[in-house]
């Protein structure tokens, strides 16, 4: 609707009659001189005929596209398309608008349209494979440049569209070679160069090698792009990564010097001081890259490090708990992976395994009682004479006293304890009937502990009474069980 509305402004707009003719003003010449204020400005003095002048809406589009006008473009070029639906050149302008609007798919409709009648059109081909990069469609990307590099080989733009492609895929060899490839063709060009060697050092943990060629890299790209400031960043890392710290330090000290103060030439600079022994000079540069980032681990320890080695323990002190704390992992994401991998082995029917990550993360975060109701449930039965063997019977004995303990000192959902009161009546009957007055238990962690038939009943008495409403649960559950077993 609202685009039906705009070209219908447009329309409008050019229907007004105004005196001047503007068939004598040279439009498009004012276009190609980049005049577009100018043309937009003399807009106003259109007529009725010239608003069905294909060459002055094309010219009038162009100008407000040169303007960054993108929506106002857009509507001149879907009216000059309103008068000539085969011209290719249109299409391309309007998926081009439709690109720079967000209109995704309206700009890959129009490309293809284009390419429909002319599949080799180069134009439309690049920017379908532009607007599949936008799109993060980087295979569709590659298919679609790979097809003009064949077509155009020595093209140094499509090489390194196409490493960029395989770098956002993290296919790093892939990238490597297509930034060679473009690089062998173009070493003046500084961005691609680091591009090139962004990639080698990705790949220097398949190597060494690859780091060191990456310097060499930056060598020759320096020659022609002496002082880049990209070109020695990346020197100076590689150095750094292959600990040539003196080296280093000398190209960031350049750097610096020339009123470089981001983040990672700080970080890396001062680092690159430090280990090449001089601590008094490194600590005002790591200094300036703590305040911009306190929660770098490295930072903190080499600037504590080097206040330590110098004149401020105080101070180092101070830093090496910040690192210290940075080092502690994430306890959230900590139990969270014990209590996956638990799951994943009980789901396998390795209850051992299983139920030690539930008591670990159950250790590290007692609050869960949940952890400890998983491993229950692993060694729940109807009473104890279903377990099938006296280790299972021993560990589940553990867990359901350890279990309820912890289930009334945090005031635990009632029907939960009612439910384990009936096995622990269980196993107490057992107990007096065998006449033993102690039982072994084994926790998850493989220890074994007594329990006298004493405490066994004191814990039941503090338990809640089993309900009739239980009673016939625990029936049904006894005959589901006995069924599945007769199936098995």
Not at 69 to 97: E, G, H, P, V, W
Not at 136 to 151: I, S, T
Not at 299 to 319: I, M
Not at 427 to 456: C, H, Q, W
């Amino acid at each position: 609707m609202n685009a039906k509305c705009n070209l219908v402004t447009v329309l409008l707009l050019c229907c007004l009659i105004f005196p001047g003719n503007a068939q004598e003003f040279n439009w498009q010449d004012l276009v190609n001189r980049k005049q577009y204020a100018a043309v937009i400005a003399h807009a106003d003095s259109l007529t009725l005929t010239d608003s069905s002048n294909y060459e002055i809406m094309n010219a009038i589009g162009q100008a407000y596209e040169g303007m960054l006008r993108y929506q106002k473009a857009y509507d001149y070029y879907r009216l000059c398309f309103s008068m000539d639906t085969t011209n290719l050149d249109i299409l391309n302008s309007l998926a081009r608008m439709a690109t720079n609007l967000g209109r995704a798919k309206d700009a890959e409709q129009y490309f293809h349209q284009v390419l429909s009648a002319d599949s080799s059109n180069f134009y439309a081909n690049y920017q379908l494979a532009r607007l599949y990069f936008q799109l993060g469609e980087y295979e569709k990307a590659v298919d679609a440049y790979e097809k003009l590099q064949a077509q155009n080989e020595d093209n140094t733009v499509l090489y390194r569209a196409i490493g960029d492609c395989y770098t956002r895929m993290e296919q790093y060899p892939s990238a490597t070679t297509a930034y060679f490839q473009a690089y062998n063709l173009n070493r003046e060009n500084a961005g691609l160069a680091v591009a090139l060697v962004n990639s080698l050092y990705r790949m220097g943990a398949i190597s060494p090698d690859y780091i060191s060629e990456g310097i060499a890299i930056c060598d020759t790209a320096l020659f022609y792009n002496p002082g880049n400031r990209q070109l020695l960043r990346s020197k100076g890392l590689g150095l750094y990564i292959v600990k040539e710290f003196v080296q280093a330090d000398s190209v960031y000290s350049s750097l610096l010097a020339d009123g470089d103060s981001t983040y990672l030439t700080l970080k890396y600079g001062g680092a690159s001081k430090y280990y090449a022994g001089l601590y008094m000079p490194s600590v005002d540069i790591l200094d300036m890259a703590y305040e911009q980032d306190t929660t770098s681990v490295e930072v903190c320890l080499l600037l504590g490090s080097a206040l330590g080695k110098t004149y401020d323990r105080k101070r180092a002190y101070d830093l090496f708990d910040r690192a210290e704390k940075g080092l502690e992992p994430n306890r959230f994401l900590v139990n969270q992976l014990l209590a996956f991998r638990a799951e994943t082995y009980q789901k396998d029917g390795r209850y051992k395994e299983a139920s030690r990550l539930y008591y670990e993360a159950w250790k590290k975060n007692p609050e869960r009682l949940d952890f400890l109701a998983a491993i229950s449930h692993m060694y729940s039965e109807i009473d104890v004479s279903k377990f099938q063997s006296e280790e299972d019977r021993q560990r589940g004995l553990f867990i359901l006293v350890l279990y309820m303990n912890e289930s009334l000192k945090k005031k635990a959902d009632e029907k939960t304890m009612v439910f384990s009161r009936a096995l622990l009546q269980s196993f107490y009957e057992d107990m007096f009937f065998r006449n033993v007055a102690e039982e072994t238990m084994i926790d998850p962690d493989g220890k074994k502990s007594k329990i006298s038939i004493v405490d066994l009943r004191n814990l039941i008495n503090q338990l809640p009474e089993t309900s009739d409403e239980v009673k016939e649960m625990i029936l049904i559950m006894e005959r589901e069980k006995k069924l599945k077993h007769k199936n098995n």
